[in-house]
């Protein structure tokens, strides 16, 4: 197995360092933050928390490989790309393993987020076509006109705890492949993965430098987004981070998508297939404890159907294996102790505003796995749209429902949340489904389908506070925002259409 860490330390705990030119990289300031199996309960290992000098360093290991890896053929960058796709596919299951034990998801949903990145690696194995420019032939006599794209030079990204293999791979394949070189500071809380990519992508074939790991926490991303060798940043995580990035990082003349936080909106029709929608809402609502940007947190029933459809989701929630995720169990636990205690504190502000806990989470201890960090699925019913409950991102296993009279009551509800990422409308009329794509002010749209991830040819991203900046993720908006363009007019000495001495502004002709 490929090791991600640094040898233990005195005090018997190994440190994840960072990984620069090539090869892993010893911390020397001094500051670790634990890292957790949040099925056991238990720090297994720590994280090493960059300074400044280890900050310019990563820095400049990347800016050193940036002109010869953006000089390479489109070719023979697109070679890296194939092998680093037979390799990730060989290995996949060992890097599901380590986001298990620092994540908590259970292995299909690790091995799930593995594939969604891998379609990313394709994609970009496509360079040499995504990367083409435009060419006009004699726009005026004896000249064309044409474009081309290049590399933008060092790349930030920073990403957050719940995906911690897939986010970094929504960018990472199509900067590299596009010929830039990148720098990236994964969450402090399960950081192995991003070693883990950058190993693979050396026995891929990528040269030193061009894949940095940098680990870290604020002063980390404050160093990227300060830098002047830094052009770009890539931000995945909470709004108010992916808000201060956006603001800090354009003030320093950088390029910048900063992708937020969601409250995503099931709205379910009376026609509606109740056995779909309930199936639907408990894999959305509870799939990775809840702890996607794309889960659903509120049902919003239009009426009259909540009352059976919440019976349905009940008898399905009752069925689900909560547990230690290398089990074979179908939810696993929080990332850590905090962030569950925090999750479980809104079930008593539901109590307290009036709400109905139809199925509580809060007892929920696997047996033998007594100190995971633990929370059952939970659905709440009744929630007033006034209670934070409601008005939060949870990022939990809290499924909220809203009842509501009329389609238009319930998309009034949908377009006047803070966040707009993604949203599901389960209905068997095709002419009302067609009416919500229209009216709905949500990045991500799914008809029958709760988390519509967009595929990588398409791009990844909300409205609102869900993306700051006009580039989403990956796609064809991903290569525009890891490419700038140059438009060229070029004309040739041609003594048949020499044109002689003229002052007077270029005009066609
Ligand atoms: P987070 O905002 O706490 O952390 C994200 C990154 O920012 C981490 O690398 C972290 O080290 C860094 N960071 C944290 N505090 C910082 C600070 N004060 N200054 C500078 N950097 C800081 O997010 P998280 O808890 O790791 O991830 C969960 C959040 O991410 C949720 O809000 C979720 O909705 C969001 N998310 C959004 C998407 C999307 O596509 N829109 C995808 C995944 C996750």
Same mark, same amino acid.
């Given at each position: 197995?490929?090791?991600?860490e640094q040898?233990?330390?005195e005090?018997?705990?190994?440190?994840?360092?960072?990984?620069?030119?090539?090869?892993?990289?010893?911390?020397?300031s *001094?500051?670790t933050?634990?890292v957790?199996?949040?099925?056991l309960g238990?720090?297994?290992?720590?994280?090493?928390?960059?300074?400044? %000098?280890e900050i310019?360093r990563?820095?400049?290991?990347?800016?050193?490989?940036?002109?010869?890896? $953006?000089?390479?053929?489109?070719?023979?960058?697109q070679?890296?790309?194939?092998? /680093?796709r037979?390799?990730?596919n060989?290995?996949?299951?060992?890097?599901?393993e380590?986001?298990?034990?620092?994540?908590?998801?259970v292995?299909s949903?690790a091995?799930? +987020?593995?594939?969604r990145g891998?379609?990313?690696? +394709?994609? @970009?194995? %496509?360079?040499?076509?995504?990367m083409?420019? =435009?060419f006009?032939?004699?726009v $005026?006599t004896?000249?064309?006109?044409?474009?081309?794209?290049?590399?933008?030079g060092?790349v930030?990204?920073?990403?957050?705890?719940?995906f911690?293999?897939?986010?970094?791979?929504?960018?990472l394949?199509?900067?590299? @492949?596009?010929?830039?070189?990148?720098?990236?500071?994964? $969450? &402090?809380?399960?950081?192995?993965?991003?070693?883990?990519?950058?190993q693979?992508?050396?026995?891929?074939?990528?040269?030193?430098?061009?894949? #940095?790991?940098l680990?870290?926490?604020?002063?980390s991303?404050?160093?990227?987004?300060?830098?002047?060798?830094?052009e770009?940043i %890539?931000?995945v995580? $909470?709004?108010?981070?992916?808000?201060y990035?956006?603001?800090t990082? #354009?003030?320093?003349?950088?390029?910048?998508?900063?992708l937020?936080?969601?409250?995503?909106h099931?709205l379910?029709?009376?026609d509606?297939?109740?056995?779909?929608?309930?199936?639907?809402?408990?894999?959305? *609502?509870?799939g %990775?404890?809840? +702890?996607?940007?794309?889960?659903?947190?509120?049902?919003?029933?239009? &009426?009259?159907?909540?009352?059976?459809?919440?019976?349905?989701?009940?008898e399905?929630?009752?069925?689900?294996?909560?547990?230690?995720?290398?089990r074979?169990?179908?939810?696993?636990?929080?990332?850590? =102790?905090q962030h569950?205690?925090k999750?479980?504190?809104?079930?008593?502000v539901?109590?307290q505003?009036?709400? =109905?806990?139809?199925v509580?989470?809060? #007892?929920?201890?696997?047996e033998g796995?007594?100190?995971?960090?633990?929370?059952?699925?939970?659905l709440?019913?009744?929630v007033?749209?006034?209670?934070r409950?409601?008005? =939060? &991102?949870? /990022?939990?296993?809290?499924?909220?429902?809203?009842r509501?009279?009329?389609? +238009?009551?319930?998309?009034e509800?949908?377009?006047s949340?803070?966040?707009?990422?993604? #949203?599901?409308?389960?209905?068997?009329? *095709?002419?009302a489904a067609?009416?919500f794509?229209?009216?709905?002010?949500?990045?991500?749209?799914?008809?029958?389908?709760?988390?519509?991830v967009?595929?990588?040819?398409?791009?990844?991203?909300?409205?609102?506070?869900?993306?700051?900046?006009?580039h989403?993720?990956?796609?064809?908006?991903?290569?525009?925002? /890891?490419?700038?363009?140059k438009?060229?007019?070029s004309?040739?000495?041609?003594?048949?259409?020499?044109?002689?001495?003229?002052?007077?502004?270029?005009?066609?002709?």
């Amino acid at each position: 197995m490929t090791t991600t860490e640094q040898p233990a330390t005195e005090q018997g705990l190994a440190t994840v360092g960072h990984w620069i030119d090539g090869e892993h990289v010893a911390s020397t300031s *001094g500051r670790t933050a634990p890292v957790y199996d949040p099925a056991l309960g238990v720090v297994t290992k720590r994280v090493a928390l960059a300074d400044e %000098s280890e900050i310019q360093r990563a820095i400049a290991s990347a800016k050193a490989a940036f002109p010869a890896w $953006s000089q390479m053929s489109l070719a023979k960058r697109q070679q890296v790309l194939f092998a /680093f796709r037979e390799v990730l596919n060989r290995d996949k299951a060992e890097l599901a393993e380590i986001i298990t034990s620092e994540h908590g998801k259970v292995t299909s949903d690790a091995l799930g +987020e593995i594939a969604r990145g891998q379609e990313v690696v +394709e994609l @970009a194995t %496509s360079i040499p076509s995504l990367m083409k420019g =435009e060419f006009s032939d004699q726009v $005026s006599t004896g000249i064309d006109v044409y474009s081309i794209r290049q590399p933008l030079g060092v790349v930030g990204i920073i990403s957050p705890f719940n995906f911690p293999a897939m986010v970094p791979l929504w960018f990472l394949p199509i900067a590299i @492949a596009a010929g830039n070189t990148v720098v990236l500071k994964p $969450s &402090e809380k399960d950081p192995s993965a991003a070693i883990w990519l950058a190993q693979k992508f050396r026995e891929a074939g990528l040269p030193d430098g061009v894949f #940095t790991v940098l680990n870290g926490d604020k002063e980390s991303v404050d160093g990227l987004l300060t830098s002047p060798d830094v052009e770009s940043i %890539s931000f995945v995580g $909470s709004t108010p981070i992916a808000q201060y990035v956006y603001e800090t990082g #354009t003030k320093h003349g950088k390029r910048v998508q900063a992708l937020g936080g969601a409250k995503n909106h099931m709205l379910v029709l009376p026609d509606a297939d109740l056995d779909l929608v309930a199936d639907n809402a408990i894999n959305a *609502g509870f799939g %990775s404890a809840g +702890e996607r940007c794309m889960a659903i947190s509120v049902v919003v029933a239009v &009426e009259p159907v909540a009352d059976e459809l919440i019976a349905k989701i009940s008898e399905r929630a009752a069925t689900l294996r909560i547990g230690d995720g290398r089990r074979g169990c179908d939810m696993g636990p929080l990332v850590t =102790e905090q962030h569950r205690d925090k999750v479980a504190s809104y079930i008593e502000v539901a109590e307290q505003d009036g709400a =109905e806990v139809v199925v509580d989470g809060r #007892t929920v201890r696997p047996e033998g796995d007594e100190n995971g960090f633990w929370l059952g699925p939970t659905l709440i019913d009744r929630v007033p749209t006034s209670s934070r409950v409601y008005t =939060e &991102e949870i /990022f939990g296993p809290v499924l909220s429902v809203v009842r509501v009279q009329t389609y +238009e009551e319930g998309l009034e509800l949908i377009n006047s949340g803070a966040f707009g990422n993604g #949203t599901a409308i389960f209905t068997n009329d *095709g002419g009302a489904a067609r009416r919500f794509q229209r009216d709905v002010q949500v990045g991500m749209i799914g008809i029958n389908v709760p988390i519509p991830v967009p595929v990588a040819y398409y791009s990844f991203g909300g409205w609102r506070n869900s993306l700051f900046g006009d580039h989403k993720a990956y796609g064809a908006d991903g290569v525009s925002f /890891f490419t700038r363009q140059k438009a060229i007019t070029s004309r040739w000495l041609d003594p048949a259409v020499h044109g002689g001495v003229d002052l007077g502004f270029p005009a066609n002709g």
